[in-house]
């Protein structure tokens, strides 16, 4: 019988199955950030084991508040730098060089097909556009793999999502995968890798898959896995470029890492989505989804484009566009956190942060910040934010605010409008 990619993924890693059903896995990368790193760096101190298994495999960011708000995040940069600098970690971006870990890392070009990835933190699924296996873990499983350079997990088992058609303009990755967990729930991927294929995801760009995988946690899924295939060589032609003799013997060679044909799926679930509409959430989790249309008309205090989910050029462009000319409604604050500085520069350069800055957008260095409540536009009680963010949990951007999910070009147009409504660049169906 034939695998699929994760399975595929654990059988090159494989380091040794102390039990049925476990595979202890050698890591390809252990990423770092500022919030759950240090946790892991003072216990490893405190038990005398203050060691790394490969400095150029650890990757580490401040990223979350940026730069430090108070004494206490201060005090965590101050643990991850003093770390990376004790180690020899290289690759540590500091405040001035930082962004977003899940934009930054691949945009770096640390993320590859068939790699094993590991972090503390629940969205290191994105990774996983790249064909790699790339989980979020917590603090014991961050010090093993820190001091040892391996994680245990629970042979994969993986549900396929195929879809069909082609997007209707003005639709994106973002309605995709609010829809998607929309149809099978928060719970409804729990334990299990979800592997994306189908022409939607072939026409994608890596920011899009990015997006779409980004959000596999959200329904619980491990990780959010696309294949590999020539818009991944295309990205990682830079750095990849003089490993292979071409494009196309990187493509040949990244072709490993995609699922054989007749490999076993726990479910394959397939969905035309020619006719689907941009989405948004109502509620307090991000399975409750509805079409803009219908939440046309919901008052707003903030909108907030950024995060790992989009808060990449991609996102930034769409977003001018609706943008560009147009000023944001007076009861509306507009904040945008390019998530690194390289999508910071570009957009300077293209003319973008021109645009959202004469829109009436506040600009941020690039952070997490304002996406989980800790910095950079914090709600007050009772206020609504519509967010390109992945998260809409009560409290999540500020205690007793609410968020919206959608799209960067929904988020733009309700900028506008100064309440939830459809993006000019969706024409209905
Ligand atoms: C701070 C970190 C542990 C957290 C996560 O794991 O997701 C954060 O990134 C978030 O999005 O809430
Ligand atoms: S941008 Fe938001 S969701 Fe992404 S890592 Fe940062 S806090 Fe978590």
Not at 191 to 220: C, K, Q, W, Y
Not at 254 to 277: G, I, N, R, T
């Amino acid at each position: 019988m034939g695998k699929t990619i994760a399975e595929k993924i654990f059988d090159a890693h494989l380091v040794d199955k102390p039990y049925e059903g476990v595979y202890v896995l050698s890591l390809d990368m252990v990423f770092c950030h500022e919030i759950t790193t240090p946790v892991a760096i003072m216990d490893l101190v405190n038990r005398g084991l203050d060691r790394v298994f490969d400095p150029t495999k650890i990757k580490a960011v401040i990223d979350h508040v940026t730069p430090a708000k108070d004494s206490k995040t201060a005090t965590q940069h101050k643990i991850l730098r003093e770390w990376a600098r004790r180690h020899n970690i290289k690759d540590f971006f500091d405040v001035g060089r930082n962004g977003v870990c899940h934009a930054l890392f691949p945009e770096q070009g640390f993320v590859r097909p068939g790699y094993t990835i590991i972090m503390g933190d629940s969205h290191t699924c994105t990774h996983g556009a790249f064909g790699a296996f790339a989980a979020g873990v917590g603090t014991t499983d961050l010090e093993v793999g820190i001091l040892k350079g391996v994680c245990a997990f629970k042979y994969p088992k993986t549900i396929k999502f195929v879809l069909k058609g082609k997007l209707p303009e003005g639709v994106y990755a973002k309605d995709v995968i609010l829809y998607i967990i929309s149809q099978i729930s928060v719970n409804g991927a729990t334990d299990h890798v979800m592997e994306f294929t189908g022409p939607i995801v072939d026409a994608m760009s890596m920011e899009s898959r990015m997006t779409l995988s980004n959000m596999a946690i959200e329904a619980g899924g491990t990780s959010g896995i696309c294949y590999p295939d020539m818009t991944t060589v295309e990205y990682l032609w830079k750095f990849i470029q003089n490993d292979y003799p071409s494009k196309e013997a990187a493509l040949k060679d990244f072709q490993k890492w995609v699922s054989d044909p007749d490999a076993h799926y726990e479910k394959v679930l397939e969905y035309d989505l020619s006719d689907l509409e941009p989405m948004v959430t109502y509620g307090y989790k991000p399975d409750l989804v509805k079409p803009v249309r219908e939440m046309e008309g919901t008052p707003i205090d903030q909108v907030y484009i950024g995060s790992c989910t989009n808060g990449r050029l991609e996102d930034l462009r769409i977003a001018a566009q609706i943008l560009k000319g147009k000023k944001i409604a007076p009861t509306v604050r507009g904040i945008l956190s390019p998530a690194t500085p390289e999508i910071y520069f570009q957009a300077m350069e293209e003319g973008i942060l021109k645009i959202f800055y004469e829109a009436g957008f506040s600009i941020t260095n690039p952070t997490c910040g304002a996406c989980l409540g800790m910095s950079n536009g914090v709600l007050a009680e009772g206020e609504v934010c519509a967010a390109t963010t992945n998260r809409n949990f009560y409290g999540r951007m500020g205690k007793g605010g609410t968020v919206h999910l959608m799209s960067p070009a929904t988020a733009a147009a309700s900028a506008i409008a100064g309440k939830i409504t459809n993006s000019p660049l969706y024409r209905g169906k």
